[in-house]
């Protein structure tokens, strides 16, 4: 079955180190995202990509990276200049133009 | 004021009922979606709708631009529907799937 595979689910690290959010995809799709979950927020996008080896910042781009070397995978680092990481994180796909998205699972990253 | 906003928040109702979720914006569209986020995180897409109304099951989307509103209803529902229901607009102009999203309505479903 296709879809979207989001590792790990619960992710916990130490303030002040780096942390990096895997997103694999096999449903060979151009485009591909990463929103922030915050309670009582809408999904604000951070990342997104919509063909290997280029991507765009989102609306709340400080203090993360992605790269997207393959077109299945789109990783995002969290880094410490993330001021505020503890969130829920959301990574989707699409072909390119006005498709519906596909979503994983999500990682809930807590830093303490 | 958000560009999207979803009524009610939270909304309980018995198994059978007929339930609404609202979905209004106040920005130039190409698409409205629906989307359903369940209690473990994962999100699923429902609808994507640009004028009209679509059905699938028990399901129905309804939008109306000129109001700029949408609707999501679930007929007959049941204790599985049991989740967040969230309403994301496509802005006209936007790059692809730059989606601004509603801040999402929990629903529960009784038996």
């Known amino acids: 079955d296709g879809g979207i595979t989001q590792s790990p689910k619960y992710l916990f690290r130490k303030e002040g180190q780096n942390v990096t959010l895997s997103c694999e995809q096999n449903l060979n799709h151009d485009a591909m995202y990463w929103y922030r979950q915050d309670p009582g927020q809408g999904l604000r996008l951070i990342y997104y990509?919509?063909?290997?080896?280029?991507?765009q910042k989102g609306d709340i781009a400080e203090g993360y990276s992605v790269s997207r070397e393959k077109k299945e995978s789109f990783p995002l680092t969290v880094t410490s200049a993330q001021k505020n990481p503890t969130a829920f994180y959301l990574c989707?796909?699409?072909?390119?133009?006005?498709?519906?998205?596909?979503f994983g699972n999500g990682t809930r990253l807590t830093v303490t | 004021k958000n560009e999207v906003e979803q009524s009610p928040q939270n909304l309980t109702a018995q198994e059978g009922e007929f339930i609404t979720i609202n979905c209004s914006y106040s920005v130039g569209i190409s698409a409205l979606h629906w989307l359903q986020q369940h209690p473990g995180g994962g999100i699923v897409s429902l609808f994507m709708l640009s004028s009209g109304k679509k059905k699938h099951g028990r399901l129905i989307a309804t939008i109306n631009i000129q109001e700029k509103h949408s609707s999501l209803h679930i007929t007959a529902s049941h204790p599985r529907d049991s989740a967040v229901y969230i309403c994301?607009?496509?802005?006209?102009?936007?790059?692809?799937?730059?989606?601004?999203f509603g801040t999402g309505t929990l629903l529960a479903v009784q038996p």
């Open positions: 990509s919509q063909i290997v080896n280029d991507f």
């Open positions: 994301a607009a496509e802005k006209i102009g936007g790059a692809t799937n730059k989606l601004i």
């Open positions: 989707a796909s699409s072909q390119t133009g006005r498709t519906p998205l596909h």
